[in-house]
């Protein structure tokens, strides 16, 4: 699933990359505009490496982002799929999983944008037009920021037991690139803007099949 995701973006533009899954706290939080007080931050969420002071195993692959943002300059156009980590363990999540995300910086990027993006791979992934809906959300790296929910492709919209009859699958965090990670990964905020996202490979997979 991961591949197939990955070829689907390689043929529209974006390049695939990758990045240590031992990661730095300032990749993982800092340049991703979290707070030091932020919940995520804390030992009941996140993995730290013993005696190794600012490392941790990284609880999403967003520090790809920063570690490209910090080396290139715009026009910026990626994924970073890979394997994440967080203190999850019931009967919906797991203490390791995988996310894609996407990430693209240029002059004029809009929500339009984003959105047409998210729509055209959804119907490529899935070999169908599945409706698309963004719910206001708040996450620190994004600004606006939405939860992005697929029409459910078992019962297409009507309700059923895996959309919780809601007719709306839930797929990730995407949204505007928050101007605070654009200038402390270097880039002008002033002049560039941005969209990412973030997808549960695991999810897909089991929508997929």
Not at 99 to 121: C, N, P, R
Request: aromatic fraction near 12%.
């Amino acid at each position: 699933t991961m591949n197939r995701i990955s070829d689907i973006f390689s043929r529209v533009g974006f390049a695939v990359a990758d990045g240590p899954e031992i990661e730095h706290d300032w990749y993982n939080f800092t340049a991703m505009n979290t707070p030091e007080d932020h919940p995520a931050r804390d030992m009941q969420d996140t993995f730290y490496v013993v005696d190794a002071p600012g490392m941790l195993l990284r609880t999403h692959t967003s520090n790809v982002q920063a570690r490209v943002m910090t080396t290139r300059k715009p026009p910026i156009r990626i994924i970073a799929p890979g394997t994440t980590f967080r203190r999850d363990d019931d009967a919906t999540h797991s203490p390791m999983f995988h996310q894609i995300e996407g990430l693209y910086i240029d002059e004029g990027v809009s929500l339009a944008d984003l959105k047409a993006t998210l729509m055209a791979f959804t119907e490529d992934f899935f070999g169908q037009r599945l409706a698309v809906r963004f719910r206001p959300s708040f996450f620190p790296f994004v600004e606006p920021g939405a939860e992005f929910d697929l029409g459910c492709p078992f019962c297409s919209g009507r309700g059923c037991n895996l959309c919780k009859h809601t007719g709306y699958i839930e797929i990730g965090g995407c949204g505007m690139v928050h101007p605070g990670v654009l200038e402390h990964c270097g880039i002008d905020s002033e002049r560039y803007t941005g969209w990412a996202f973030g997808f549960g490979i695991d999810r897909m997979t089991m929508m997929l099949h």
